[in-house]
């Protein structure tokens, strides 16, 4: 089969798409024909190298992905063969004291396809069957194949971790990214008041569109000083922040006494300046949160399959350009997922 795959870490020149031996289904393993599969900015990370993290290679990147049922393991029994199914990529070893919990993204063993082990952007993978949820037929491709990621990432910081309730102020920095964009509709669809930050304007209409109700052009303005000033001076209740070093600071400043900023990732850098004396003056908290229990994965999707939240695509590009989506990533164009699909599949 065709796999999108690295050799070494490195530049986007590493990447290729090419022959690689296919995959058979262990016991509890499905085999999937892929159809489809989004881009995170994990991917990039992989790509580049984490330190601590010791891939297999040649590695295939992928953490998203949506296609039909090829194969079953003998273990397995949610599926058969012609279902259509997506992948969530966390994987959790199901024994551990917080796996018994029903906390599986606590998982002391936990780990995630596509970083930790080999993705699925290849014309077929094997996965297993926990890590993969049922898909409606009626639903697109690259809807099914982009949703998960961020929509379950989105969903327990705000809901479970955040504790977010109907009314609130939601601040989310950079809407228009993956996590962004679900958050503003999360929080939306959650009735709290959301504000969004974005870098353009076409990028703020877009996050309007998604639900925001007050959006500022970080390039253009202070958003601390604009949160004040919307707010009375008073803050808002939560600050959604993945964007780490260069915005922590003004995320603590925009939060209310009593407020929380909740965090599930660091773009800029993951050791920012930060302010104790503001944290303990005025009682905030900071909480982090990572992907979600297969609960709360059931629970979002749900809601993505029936049309409620909607994942925007930003470009469909053949596998082969997988080096291409990279670089839209890197270079943060345009709004939304960005989705490879087998060469065949076009
Ligand atoms: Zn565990």
Not at 5 to 19: K, L, P, T
Not at 321 to 335: C, D, M, P, S, V
């Amino acid at each position: 089969m065709q796999a999108v795959q690295f050799s070494e870490h490195g530049d986007r020149d590493v990447i290729e798409y090419g022959e690689f031996p296919d995959p058979e289904p262990g016991r509890d393993e499905v085999l999937v024909d892929v159809k489809a599969g989004a881009l995170n900015h994990l991917d990039v990370w992989t790509r580049k190298g984490l330190p601590g993290v010791d891939l297999e290679m040649p590695h295939i990147p992928g953490s998203d992905g949506a296609g039909v049922v090829l194969e079953t393991g003998e273990d397995v029994t949610r599926f058969e063969e012609g279902d259509h199914v997506a992948v969530s990529a966390g994987v959790s070893c199901g024994v551990c004291e917080f796996c018994r919990d029903g906390e599986e993204s606590l998982c002391v063993r936990y780990s995630i396809i596509g970083e930790h082990q080999r993705g699925v952007h290849s014309e077929r993978t094997v996965v297993p069957e926990d890590n993969l949820v049922p898909v409606p037929d009626h639903v697109d491709w690259e809807i099914a194949g982009s949703a998960s990621l961020v929509f379950q990432t989105a969903w327990r910081m705000l809901l479970h971790r955040g504790g977010l309730e109907p009314g609130e102020k939601v601040l989310v920095l950079g809407a228009s990214g993956g996590v962004g964009h679900a958050a503003v509709q999360i929080a939306d669809h959650a009735g709290a008041e959301v504000y969004a930050t974005a870098s353009t304007d076409e990028k703020l209409a877009y996050a309007e569109d998604c639900g925001a109700e007050h959006v500022i052009n970080y390039e253009a303005e202070d958003f601390a000083a604009e949160i004040r000033e919307h707010t009375g001076r008073r803050g808002v209740d939560m600050v959604v922040d993945h964007v780490g070093a260069a915005t922590w600071r003004d995320s603590l400043k925009s939060l209310a006494k009593g407020g929380r900023v909740v965090t599930c990732g660091a773009t800029t850098g993951g050791n920012p300046e930060t302010d104790i004396n503001r944290i303990f003056w005025n009682q905030l908290s900071v909480i982090g949160s990572t992907m979600a229990t297969p609960g709360e994965v059931d629970d979002v999707l749900e809601l993505v399959w029936d049309g409620t939240f909607e994942p925007r695509i930003r470009e469909v590009l053949p596998m082969s350009e997988a080096a291409r989506a990279h670089e839209l990533l890197e270079n943060r164009e345009g709004f939304g997922k960005v989705v490879v699909r087998p060469d065949s599949e076009l």
